[in-house]
């Protein structure tokens, strides 16, 4: 059952697991394949968990550090702070 769900691309398993590929790569300093995964990953979350998700965030938090690691500060600063913003909107200031 849980081989099934993983040959199932968009499944919650593969996607969790996707996840933690992408944050293999990003720890491989494999900036650029780390950006495509977390890019794949993200929209999936959206739909299955919901943009305010805790799982989701983790998701655009990482794709912002992937973009400061990149030398993209403009691109890491709008993540990052869409993250921060969500936070504070569902958390509380």
């Known amino acids: 059952a849980v081989q099934q769900r993983m040959s199932e691309p968009d499944s919650p398993v593969a996607v969790d697991t996707a996840h933690i590929f992408g944050n ?45 690691s990149q030398g993209k500060l403009d691109d890491a600063l709008t993540t990052l702070q869409d993250v921060l913003r969500i936070q504070l909107r569902v958390l509380g200031a």
Do not use: I
């Open 24 to 68: 293999v790569l990003y720890y491989q300093k494999k900036y650029a394949e780390a950006e495509m995964v977390y890019r794949e990953v993200l929209p999936k979350q959206r739909e299955q968990l919901g943009t305010e998700h805790p799982d989701t965030l983790a998701t655009l938090s990482c794709l912002g550090n992937v973009f400061m």
